[in-house]
């Protein structure tokens, strides 16, 4: 069989063709979601980086009105992630896929380039895509490049991964779970928090982790560190939520066991009951700073 790809271009392993992953994300994904990304960017933009909201239990009604160019900014934000997070999973579909094959060195950097299986991608993560690092399974894999692999991944294959409905089986993979950075998309619309690669809450729980969204949505706007992240009192969630105070830590418990019964289930270990849900004493709740808010739609 005719091999069409170009040799390489210094008999080291790593195909003529093969680009650094920076270079090879930009030419291995779509251009529209490129564009729709570039869009979001502009958006985000055209608002203060550091943006400033104004409390309701002091200023009432009053503090909506201020609240509206935080409540755009915040909007222009989770676009913009969900551009990015689209382009992500496109690309480690087609890595997953065989459509692209990523190449590490042995012995990094001098060694040879050899190619990574495409089943591999299950157990890896894409730590830093700038320097095109990866890990996983107690490997760091540095200086990535990839290079076209079998037949391409479907256009209708990549359009179905812009749905947020079929994150979760892309990212189940066996990876344990302190080694992941959890990531979950809100759907105001159908009242819905998707854990990617773990699950999905609905009704009273999708209600309690969307409040404690809001508040860590702000946090990241304004580009607080993870400790200083705020916790939403006992007063504030029980008056929001309309429900008393021992309803409420019921209603925590529970909610901890669904995500701690759907997260053992996916990684296949014991989860701490902190994964998503943090608390700490006078101090109230707070969504785990550790947790990536992807999207968030539907007001």
């Given at each position: 069989m005719?091999?069409s790809?170009?040799?390489?271009?210094?008999?080291?392993?790593?195909?003529?063709?093969?680009?650094?992953?920076?270079?090879?994300?930009?030419?291995?994904?779509?251009?529209?979601l490129?564009?729709t990304?570039?869009?979001?960017?502009?958006?985000?933009?055209?608002?203060?980086?550091?943006?400033?909201?104004?409390?309701?239990?002091?200023?009432?009604?009053?503090?909506?009105?201020?609240?509206?160019?935080?409540?755009?900014?915040?909007?222009?934000?989770?676009?913009?992630?969900?551009?990015?997070?689209?382009?992500q999973?496109?690309?480690?579909?087609?890595?997953?896929?065989?459509?692209?094959?990523?190449?590490?060195?042995?012995?990094?950097?001098?060694?040879?380039?050899?190619?990574?299986?495409?089943?591999?991608?299950?157990?890896?993560?894409?730590?830093?895509?700038?320097?095109?690092?990866?890990?996983?399974?107690?490997?760091?894999?540095?200086?990535?490049?990839?290079?076209?692999?079998?037949?391409?991944?479907?256009?209708?294959?990549?359009?179905?991964?812009?749905?947020?409905?079929?994150?979760?089986?892309?990212?189940?993979?066996?990876?344990?779970?302190?080694?992941?950075?959890?990531?979950?998309?809100?759907?105001?619309?159908?009242?819905?928090?998707?854990?990617?690669?773990?699950?999905e809450?609905?009704?009273?729980?999708?209600?309690?982790?969307?409040?404690?969204?809001?508040?860590?949505?702000?946090?990241?706007?304004?580009?607080?560190?993870?400790?200083?992240?705020?916790f939403?009192?006992?007063?504030?969630?029980?008056?929001?939520?309309?429900?008393?105070?021992g309803?409420?830590?019921?209603?925590?418990?529970?909610?901890?066991?669904?995500?701690?019964?759907?997260?053992?289930?996916?990684?296949?270990?014991?989860?701490?009951?902190?994964?998503?849900?943090?608390?700490?004493?006078?101090?109230?709740?707070?969504?785990?700073?550790?947790?990536?808010?992807?999207?968030?739609?539907?007001?």
């Amino acid at each position: 069989m005719n091999d069409s790809r170009a040799p390489s271009s210094q008999g080291n392993g790593l195909p003529g063709d093969a680009l650094p992953l920076p270079e090879a994300v930009r030419r291995f994904v779509p251009n529209d979601l490129w564009e729709t990304y570039a869009t979001a960017i502009r958006r985000r933009a055209s608002f203060p980086q550091r943006i400033v909201t104004y409390s309701t239990w002091i200023e009432g009604e009053a503090a909506a009105a201020k609240n509206r160019p935080a409540v755009l900014a915040l909007e222009a934000q989770a676009a913009k992630d969900k551009a990015w997070a689209t382009i992500q999973r496109v690309f480690l579909a087609r890595l997953t896929e065989g459509a692209l094959i990523a190449y590490v060195r042995r012995e990094f950097p001098f060694g040879k380039w050899d190619p990574l299986p495409p089943d591999s991608w299950r157990a890896l993560l894409i730590t830093d895509w700038r320097r095109g690092t990866a890990e996983g399974g107690g490997l760091r894999l540095a200086d990535l490049h990839i290079a076209p692999g079998g037949p391409s991944y479907s256009e209708e294959s990549a359009s179905r991964l812009i749905s947020a409905e079929e994150t979760p089986a892309l990212a189940a993979a066996a990876v344990p779970y302190a080694e992941r950075q959890l990531q979950l998309t809100i759907d105001n619309r159908t009242s819905k928090i998707i854990i990617i690669g773990v699950g999905e809450l609905t009704g009273a729980d999708y209600r309690l982790v969307a409040v404690l969204a809001e508040i860590a949505k702000q946090d990241v706007v304004q580009h607080l560190p993870p400790e200083e992240h705020r916790f939403v009192n006992v007063q504030q969630l029980t008056k929001q939520l309309k429900m008393t105070d021992g309803s409420l830590y019921r209603r925590v418990s529970k909610c901890r066991k669904a995500i701690a019964d759907m997260a053992a289930a996916a990684f296949g270990e014991p989860v701490s009951k902190e994964l998503v849900i943090e608390n700490s004493p006078w101090h109230g709740f707070r969504l785990n700073p550790n947790i990536r808010i992807i999207a968030s739609t539907g007001d």
